[in-house]
């Protein structure tokens, strides 16, 4: 409707509503309260008067105190947070997203949203992660994949004579990559879309770690390859004079945008596009949401069926591997440091139970230096010339790569970072930290931060003990996804047991593995045997009820992986 109307009417259209809503009310108060869902060609109905959402008609007009009624699929537990001042540490982690032979097992679940400009795209987003209450959820927009615009086509902008809802005013070619890599669970780079500008900024926000992702845009379904990458689309459906007075609002008071300019360039762009190339798609819907965020049956029905996917795509990494690779012999890629009397008096004082706590941390610090020495010749290295102070030409060895970069999975990993960094330079340092869950025995990523460019380095993943090799193998994962060539992984550990040799070399066969020691089995509650005990509970003074240090409980969590 307001399409057809003239400026001064549009305003004065506006200016009215607020006079029309006792009358809106009282109409619709006669009316049984229902939400409608076409869901795959279907009319699903509700009669708990959930249709009042957060961005629903009512919401454009004051709030009217009305009692609603949730859809008891929705009902929400505590979320699995743990909150300390700003900072935000997920205490449900990321379950294994790979085999066995650490490959990727299953793919990020992509739900593909569609609809016109200010349908309440993001605002359905935002109800699903909610509902989902899932930790590893992004959301995608298709704005930030806008095309960096030329000087000529910024005066155009500027004057809102350039048209915003043309698919040629996207990136398909970057969208389709960073989705294609984000859905194969790899570290991918979102740039960030200035409207003031109408250019990118320089610091792209860094994501990984995706179970879900929600793809969000006004022609996220006009492109044929990102079709193939959607498991769900979603179109919502909203009137188009519930859009234009919500573009009025986000543009105004969001973009720095005149409600002259809006109304002209939704009169010339806006309407047409939608008529042209975002209606049409409908069509291609496995769902239709009408009214957007306050069509709560719709997201019930979504979540409903996201959640059955994902249980669908679990699976028990550990105990495939606890009997896995049985009597082999160890792999060539192992180096175990020699067994020298030093090696094995400092053995002897930190296996030994009756050690006190000051002793263990004394000779674990020096057992750590000599294994860190250890796996540094394992680098690779080139000759060189120099010159000494007597003026004689000396023939020696340097560094043949960028850099280096040591990543500890905590906890028990980050008390091997100061023999690393006595030994390097410099060194950069980034954390994992991997829990197993109690439930299921499954390792569980909670928190990375890497450095930047890590990809081009070669790291040195520190951790105390590895048992079964679960924990150890999800970190080696996370770094490949970060583009971390294989053969510049060294797995550095004080001790091992044979099924984690097996574990690690067995599905990454060009990392290197190093250690001072190698045990032959297991119990039954998975501890290496003879072993040394829980390394972090003996280094740090817990019991074994505590899996948190005080230095863990400072770190924030993030999907993103950068510094």
């Not at 009902?75 to 294994?96: M, N, Q, S």
């Not at 949203?113 to 209450?133: M, P, Q, R, Y």
């Not at 155009?156 to 698919?167: I, K, V």
């Not at 280096?404 to 390097?424: D, F, K, Y």
Request: charged share 25%.
């Amino acid at each position: 409707m307001f399409g057809h109307l003239s400026f001064d009417e549009n305003v004065t259209f506006i200016a009215h509503m607020e006079d029309s809503r006792q009358t809106i009310l009282a109409d619709m108060s006669t009316l049984p309260g229902y939400t409608g869902a076409r869901i795959s060609g279907c009319w699903a109905l509700r009669t708990d008067g959930g249709g009042s959402g957060e961005d629903s008609l009512d919401r454009l007009l004051p709030a009217v105190s009305t009692s609603r009624r949730k859809s008891s699929t929705l009902g929400k537990t505590e979320p699995p947070l743990l909150r300390t001042g700003t900072r935000t540490i997920y205490t449900a982690g990321r379950p294994p997203w790979y085999n066995e032979h650490g490959a990727q097992f299953k793919e990020a679940f992509v739900i593909g949203l569609c609809g016109g400009s200010a349908s309440g795209k993001t605002t359905v987003a935002n109800k699903i992660i909610e509902a989902l209450d899932v930790p590893w959820v992004v959301l995608l927009s298709m704005d930030s994949f806008y095309k960096v615009l030329s000087p000529e086509e910024q005066a155009l902008a500027a004057h809102n004579d350039y048209n915003f809802d043309h698919p040629g005013a996207f990136d398909f070619e970057l969208l389709v990559t960073t989705l294609q890599k984000l859905k194969q669970g790899k570290s991918v780079k979102i740039p960030v879309y200035d409207f003031t500008t109408h250019g990118r900024q320089k610091n792209w926000k860094n994501v990984y770690g995706a179970s879900v992702i929600i793809f969000e845009g006004i022609l996220s379904f006009a492109d044929k390859e990102l079709l193939q990458l959607m498991d769900m689309k979603i179109f919502v459906d909203t009137d188009s004079d519930i859009r234009l007075v919500r573009r009025l609002r986000r543009d105004i008071t969001e973009r720095g945008r005149d409600i002259e300019g809006v109304i002209k360039q939704y009169n010339k762009f806006v309407k047409p596009a939608f008529e042209q190339y975002i209606e049409p798609t409908m069509r291609l819907a496995d769902i239709v949401v009408p009214r957007g965020g306050g069509n709560m049956v719709a997201i019930d029905l979504i979540v409903q069926h996201v959640h059955s996917q994902l249980d669908e795509r679990e699976i028990s990494v550990r105990a495939l591997l606890a009997t896995a690779h049985q009597s082999q012999p160890l792999p060539q890629t192992l180096s175990v440091l020699e067994s020298t009397p030093q090696v094995r008096g400092l053995h002897t004082i930190i296996r030994n139970k009756d050690t006190s706590r000051d002793e263990f941390i004394f000779y674990s610090k020096r057992l750590m230096r000599l294994l860190i020495e250890h796996a540094l010749s394992f680098l690779p290295s080139k000759a060189c010339f120099i010159q000494t102070p007597q003026g004689q030409e000396y023939e020696g060895r340097r560094f043949r790569g960028k850099g280096i970069t040591g990543v500890s999975v905590l906890r028990a990993g980050e008390t091997m970072e100061p023999a690393l960094r006595a030994v390097c330079k410099d060194v950069r340092i980034g954390k994992i930290l991997i829990q197993t869950n109690l439930d299921s025995g499954e390792p569980e990523l909670h928190y990375l931060r890497l450095p930047r460019d890590i990809s081009e380095d070669h790291v040195i993943l520190m951790d105390s003990t590895v048992s079964t090799g679960a924990a150890a193998m999800m970190a080696v994962r996370v770094l490949l996804d970060h583009d971390v060539q294989e053969d510049k992984v060294f797995l550095v550990s004080l001790l091992m047991a044979e099924l984690g040799v097996h574990t690690v070399a067995y599905a990454f066969p060009r990392v290197k593995i190093v250690t001072t020691a190698v045990d032959k089995s297991l119990d039954d509650l998975l501890h290496v045997i003879p072993g040394i005990g829980d390394f972090g509970d003996r280094y740090f003074g817990t019991d074994g009820s505590s899996s948190w240090s005080d230095e863990e409980q400072q770190e924030p969590h993030s999907c993103s992986s950068e510094v």
